[in-house]
C-alpha cells in the first residue's frame, strides 16, 4: 500500500462537504433592484459564481440583503416572494431558475414598445453560465459586452491558474491574437493582432499596454511577467486605445484585475507543485494568499509564491546539462482602508525578481536541445512598484485617482564570441553580419591574439515612473455611460553597454530617455434609438521628452554631435464606433481609434541616433452572434485594417549592436474569429484563429541605404504569425460533493520572421503547443495533474539566441520538452 495511490482514497481525503461553505457566514450590502443589478453584487460578496437559467428573470425586482447570513441564507432572501428559486450546483456554484408552477400561474410579460431589450450586467468572473452577460471594465465605464464596439477577451483568474500558474504563458495560450518574443521570462515583448516592432529590450516603447488593475505596469520597458496568483481576471482589448489610454497601446492593452481584500472575511490559501521536464531538470513552486481582516471595515490581502523551473538546454562545449534553470520569487499586498462615506482606500505594493541561469535558445544545426556558448549568458530582471487608490462612489458616479512608482531593471549577458574558426586575427573586419572591432573599442590597447577568447555584451536597462489619474465616470447604465479623467506620467528609462573581450573591458556608448506628459480625455457612450449604440471619444496629450547619450568619446561629446535631443509635442486621439443589434442574438459594429508612441534616442556605433513617433491609425468591422439564453454558442469574427506611419523597430547596426529607428510605413490587414459551443452544461468547445498580412511598403532611405543587397526581405512586420490556430475542450462535473474539471488544448503558431533586414531575416514559428490538465476537489482542498507538450516537439518559438551571428548556423527557442506538474491547494 506504501507505493501505490488509490483514486478513491484521494477522493476521500479532499472531500468536504459543500454544504460547509454555504453555511458559511458572511456580510453582505445588496440594494433592492433588478436581479441584474444584484445579482453580481451579491455574488461577488459571496465569493461563489451564480448562473440565471431563464433569460426572463433579468427583469424581477428582488428583495435588499443586508447583515450577516450564509450564502444559501443570502440568495433565498434576494429572491423571496419572486416566481425564481436558488438550486445549488456545486460547492462554488448556484444556479437560478423559474419555480415550477401550474400553467395558469404563469404571467407573460407584456412586450415593450420602444423600450430596449434588457442587457443584464454581470461579471464573467463571477458567473460561472455563458447565459451570463461580461462587463468590460476596461473600457472604464463599466460597459456591457453587448455594447462594446470591437474586440473584448475577459479570462477568468481561475482559469488562468488552472493546470499551474504560468504567468504570460497563461494569457499566450489562451489567445491566438496575442503573440510574445521569447527571450526569457522578464526579457520579452509583447504583440496584439500584428501590431510588432522588434525583437530586443531598447528604447521603444512597448506596443502593449499592460495594467495591474487601473496602474501602469510599465511604458518602455518588457513585459514584467508577474506571476497571475490570485488574480479575479484579465481583459485584453485588441486594437489601438489611444483615447483611453494614451501612447504605448498601438496593438491593444492587457488589464490584470488582482483580487480586492475582503473585509470581515479571513481566509488562508496554501498551493505546492512539483514538476518533472522530461530531458531535464525537475522544478516546484509553492505559493500561499491570505485575507486578513483589519477590525470591522479594513483588509489586508497578501500573496507570496517562490518558483524554480528545471533547465533542459545542454552546453556540451562547457561540459554543463540542464543550463537554463530559472528562478522566481515574489510577492503583492494589499492594504483595504474604509474611512466611510462610500470612499476606499487601498494602498498596495508589488514585488517580483526573476534570475535566470543561462539563455534558454539553441543551436539550429546541433543536435537537439544544445548549445554550444563559451560564455553564461543569464540574465535578471527585478520589479518593484509601490501604489495609492483612492474610490469615491455616489448614486450613479464613481471616483477614482489611482497613483504608483515603479523601479524596474534588467540585466542580460548575451555571447559575443566568434566561431572557432574565426577566432584570433578577425577582430576588426566589423560588417552588418555582427562581428564587433575589438580593436577599435579597446584602443590605444595593445590587442594581443588570444585565440578562443570569451566575449560577452553586458546590457543593462534600468526604467523608473510615477504615473498618476484620476477620473469621474458613470458606470453604464439606462443608455449612457461616460469617463472624464486626466493623467500625469514621468519615466525615466537608461540602457548601459559594456564589452568584454577576455580581461579586458570597454564601456559602449549609452543613451537614457525621458518624458513627462499630461493628458485629458473624455468618451461616452450612448443608445441613439433602440438597439442602436454610438461611442465616441477624444485625448489631448502634451508631451515633454528629451534624452542624452552616456559614455561616448571625448571628441563626440566636445564636438555635441547627436548626444542631445529634446522636444514638446502635443498629440490629439480622436475614436468612434457604432455597434447594431439588428436581432436578439447578432451585433454589428464599425470602430476607429488611434495609438501612438513618442520617439526618442538610440545608440548606433558611437553615436546615437534619434527617431520619430510612430502612429497607427486603425479601421474594425465585426460581427458578434450567439444564443445566449439556450447556453448553446457564442461567436465573433472581426478584420481590422491599420495604417502604421514611421514604425518604429530595431535591427543590427554595422557593430552588431540592436539599434533603433524609423523603418518607414507599414499596413497591417488581420482577420480574427472566434467561436465557443456548450452541447451540454458540462461540455465546451473552444476555437480560435487569427490571420494577419503586414507589410512595410514604404521603407525609410536610411533603411534601403544599409540593406541595398536585400531588399526583397524587409518587407514583412516582424514576430507576428502569419496566422494562428487555438482549440480547446473543457469538460466539468460534480463526482459526490466534489467539483472535477478537465482541459484539452492545442495551439498551433503559423510562420513570422524574427526581425528586419538580412541578420534578422530567420524563419521561426510553425509548431504546435499541447496540454492536459485536470483538477478534483472542492473550494477547500484540490488535487491537480498537468502535463504539457503532449508529444515532446520541439518547435522554433524565437530565432534569436544572441545578436552576434557571424559563422553561427543559427540559433532557435524549443518549447519546453513534455512536463508532469502535479499539485494540491488547500484553503482555510
Do not use: C
Not at 473584448?152 to 500558474?165: I, P, R, V
Not at 515583448?189 to 499592460?210: E, H, N
Not at 553597454?497 to 564601456?507: E, K, S, V
Not at 543587397?709 to 466539468?732: C, D, E, F, K, M
Request: hydrophobic share 40%; glycine share 10%; no cysteine.
Amino acid at each position: 500500500m506504501a507505493g501505490r495511490f488509490s483514486p478513491a482514497l484521494a477522493l476521500a481525503l479532499l472531500a468536504l462537504p459543500a454544504q460547509a461553505m454555504a453555511a458559511e457566514e458572511r456580510s453582505f450590502d445588496v440594494p433592492r433592484g433588478a436581479l441584474s443589478a444584484s445579482l453580481p453584487q451579491l455574488s461577488r460578496q459571496a465569493g461563489v459564481s451564480i448562473s440565471v437559467v431563464d433569460g426572463r428573470l433579468w427583469q424581477i425586482d428582488v428583495k435588499p440583503v443586508r447583515g450577516r447570513m450564509s450564502i444559501e441564507a443570502a440568495i433565498k432572501r434576494l429572491l423571496s416572494g419572486t416566481d425564481a428559486r436558488a438550486v445549488r450546483v456545486s460547492a462554488t456554484s448556484w444556479r437560478i431558475e423559474s419555480r415550477p408552477a401550474p400553467p395558469r400561474m404563469v404571467r407573460r410579460p407584456a412586450p415593450p414598445r420602444l423600450a430596449p431589450r434588457p442587457k443584464p450586467d454581470l461579471d464573467r468572473d463571477h458567473v460561472a453560465a455563458a447565459s451570463d452577460e461580461i462587463i468590460v471594465t476596461a473600457t472604464k465605464t463599466d460597459l456591457p459586452y453587448s455594447r462594446f464596439a470591437g474586440v473584448a477577451t475577459q479570462l477568468s483568474g481561475e482559469d488562468l491558474a488552472f493546470g499551474g500558474e504560468r504567468g504570460t504563458e497563461s494569457i499566450l495560450s489562451r489567445m491566438a491574437t496575442v503573440s510574445s518574443t521569447h527571450l526569457g521570462s522578464g526579457r520579452n515583448k509583447l504583440f496584439i493582432r500584428g501590431i510588432a516592432d522588434s525583437s530586443f529590450t531598447g528604447p521603444t516603447q512597448a506596443t502593449v499596454g499592460q495594467y495591474l488593475g487601473d496602474v501602469r505596469l510599465s511604458y518602455n520597458a518588457p513585459d514584467p511577467d508577474l506571476r497571475l496568483y490570485d488574480i479575479d481576471s484579465v481583459e485584453i482589448l485588441e486594437g489601438p486605445q489611444g483615447t483611453l489610454y494614451g501612447a504605448g497601446s498601438l496593438g491593444g492593452i492587457i488589464r490584470t484585475v488582482p483580487k480586492a481584500p475582503e473585509p470581515g472575511r479571513q481566509r488562508v490559501q496554501a498551493i505546492a507543485g512539483f514538476s518533472l521536464t522530461q530531458h531535464g531538470d525537475p522544478g516546484g513552486d509553492i505559493a500561499a494568499i491570505a485575507n486578513l481582516p483589519v477590525g470591522e471595515a479594513h483588509a489586508l490581502r497578501l500573496v507570496g509564491y517562490m518558483i524554480s523551473d528545471g533547465g533542459y538546454i545542454d552546453n556540451p562545449l562547457r561540459g554543463q546539462k540542464d543550463v537554463n534553470r530559472v528562478h522566481v520569487r515574489g510577492g503583492r499586498g494589499t492594504l483595504r482602508l474604509d474611512p466611510g462615506n462610500d470612499w476606499t482606500i487601498d494602498i498596495g505594493g508589488v514585488y517580483q525578481a526573476i534570475t535566470a541561469e543561462d539563455a534558454q535558445y539553441a543551436d539550429k544545426d546541433a543536435s537537439p536541445l544544445t548549445r554550444s556558448s563559451m560564455v553564461e549568458q543569464n540574465s535578471s530582471a527585478r520589479y518593484a512598484m509601490g501604489t495609492l487608490v483612492v474610490m469615491k462612489d455616489w448614486d450613479d458616479l464613481h471616483f477614482q485617482s489611482s497613483n504608483a512608482y515603479v523601479d524596474h531593471r534588467l540585466f542580460e549577458r548575451f555571447d559575443a564570441s566568434l566561431p572557432a574558426h574565426q577566432t584570433g586575427g578577425e577582430e576588426g573586419n566589423g560588417g552588418a553580419l555582427g562581428t564587433v572591432d575589438v580593436a577599435r573599442l579597446f584602443a590605444p590597447i595593445q590587442i594581443v591574439p588570444m585565440g578562443d577568447v570569451p566575449r560577452v555584451l553586458d546590457q543593462r536597462n534600468a526604467t523608473r515612473m510615477f504615473v498618476s489619474e484620476s477620473r469621474l465616470s458613470r458606470p453604464y447604465h439606462d443608455g449612457l455611460g461616460w469617463v472624464i479623467g486626466a493623467s500625469f506620467i514621468d519615466n525615466r528609462a537608461r540602457q548601459n553597454r559594456q564589452y568584454a573581450y577576455g580581461p579586458l573591458r570597454a564601456t559602449l556608448p549609452g543613451v537614457s530617455n525621458r518624458i513627462t506628459e499630461f493628458t485629458g480625455y473624455a468618451e461616452a457612450t450612448v443608445e441613439l434609438i433602440p438597439d442602436l449604440t454610438a461611442s465616441g471619444g477624444l485625448r489631448l496629450s502634451h508631451a515633454k521628452l528629451g534624452g542624452e547619450a552616456e559614455g561616448v568619446s571625448f571628441a563626440l561629446a566636445q564636438a555635441n554631435r547627436a548626444t542631445t535631443a529634446s522636444r514638446t509635442e502635443t498629440d490629439l486621439l480622436p475614436s468612434f464606433s457604432l455597434l447594431a443589434t439588428p436581432f436578439d442574438t447578432v451585433r454589428l459594429y464599425a470602430r476607429y481609434q488611434e495609438g501612438f508612441r513618442p520617439g526618442g534616442l538610440a545608440v548606433d556605433g558611437d553615436f546615437v541616433r534619434r527617431f520619430l513617433n510612430d502612429q497607427v491609425r486603425t479601421w474594425e468591422a465585426g460581427v458578434r452572434f450567439g444564443d445566449r439564453g439556450r447556453n448553446l454558442l457564442d461567436a465573433s469574427l472581426s478584420i481590422s485594417h491599420s495604417r502604421w506611419r514611421n514604425i518604429q523597430a530595431d535591427f543590427i547596426d554595422g557593430n552588431g549592436f540592436p539599434t533603433t529607428t524609423n523603418i518607414g510605413d507599414g499596413r497591417i490587414t488581420s482577420l480574427s474569429g472566434a467561436i465557443a459551443v456548450r452541447p451540454t452544461s458540462k461540455l465546451t468547445f473552444d476555437l480560435g484563429a487569427v490571420y494577419n498580412h503586414s507589410r512595410v511598403d514604404d521603407l525609410s532611405p536610411q533603411i534601403l541605404a544599409v540593406f541595398a543587397t536585400a531588399p526583397a526581405r524587409l518587407g514583412r512586420i516582424p514576430n507576428v504569425a502569419s496566422h494562428a490556430v487555438r482549440g480547446s475542450i473543457t469538460y466539468a462535473t460534480v463526482i459526490g460533493d466534489q467539483d472535477f474539471r478537465a482541459n484539452g488544448w492545442a495551439n498551433y503558431i503559423g510562420p513570422s520572421r524574427l526581425g528586419i533586414g538580412p541578420v534578422l531575416g530567420e524563419r521561426q514559428g510553425d509548431y504546435i503547443d499541447t496540454g492536459l490538465a485536470m483538477r478534483v476537489g472542492s473550494e477547500r482542498r484540490g488535487l491537480s495533474l498537468t502535463l504539457t507538450n503532449l508529444f515532446d516537439s520541439r518547435g522554433n518559438r524565437f530565432s534569436l539566441g544572441t545578436p552576434f551571428v557571424e559563422g553561427n548556423g543559427g540559433f532557435l527557442t524549443p518549447l519546453r520538452p513534455r512536463t508532469l506538474r502535479l499539485a494540491i491547494d488547500v484553503a482555510y
